[in-house]
């Protein structure tokens, strides 16, 4: 598939509204510009844990997950009965779980809750997880108001677990994680 876009300023939503993939003209602040916005929002995370990765493997399939993600946004871009949907499915989500499991293998047992951190690339992993998780949480909200692809709230949420799963292997497979500590809040004690 080949896009060509000529011009990035078209003044169209200059009155807070957008354009659907079938024309259909929104709100910017309807539910389903919302869900698109926030897989942007995910993708953009995604971005940027590949811009602290030095793994090319690892690399190419972050790369194959931004593709995956834009895909996404690109289905519910097209809203349902539309005749041009290029629709994802569930074939997609059997590579992920293996991918989630093959690393998930070869990490350290979890003994406690994970907190965010640790080495940059696993902080982001974190970031990424948790836009993937907002962009759940905003496709769930469109799929109560309207027909959706039934697959993307189960894809968003092995690519959470995925992004989970990531950020140990990032922290050396789980050794270097940041874990919580219940009570060992700085702020527990007065200063």
């Not at 590579?95 to 951190?117: C, D, K, M, N, Y």
């Not at 677990?161 to 874990?179: E, P, S, T």
Request: contains cysteine.
């Amino acid at each position: 598939m080949s896009v060509r876009i000529d011009r990035v300023v078209t003044r169209g939503g200059d009155k807070g509204q957008t354009s659907l993939g079938d024309g259909t003209r929104l709100s910017k602040a309807a539910l389903h510009v919302e869900a698109i916005g926030v897989l942007d929002e995910a993708n953009t995370a995604v971005g940027a844990l590949r811009s602290h990765v030095s793994d090319a493997a690892l690399s190419k399939r972050l790369m194959a997950v931004q593709n995956l993600l834009f895909d996404m946004g690109g289905d519910l871009c097209m809203p349902d009965g539309s005749r041009h949907a290029k629709r994802l499915t569930d074939s997609v989500i059997a590579p992920l779980e293996a991918e989630i499991e093959r690393v998930r293998a070869l990490q350290a047992p979890l003994t406690s809750f994970v907190l965010p951190g640790g080495s940059v690339p696993a902080a982001w992993a974190h970031i990424a997880r948790t836009a993937v998780r907002k962009a759940e949480r905003a496709v769930v909200a469109l799929s109560e108001q309207t027909t959706i692809n039934p697959v993307l709230v189960p894809l968003l949420n092995r690519l959470s677990d995925y992004f989970f799963v990531l950020g140990r292997h990032l922290n050396d497979d789980g050794r270097q994680d940041v874990l919580w500590q219940p009570g060992a809040s700085l702020f527990a004690e007065p200063l």
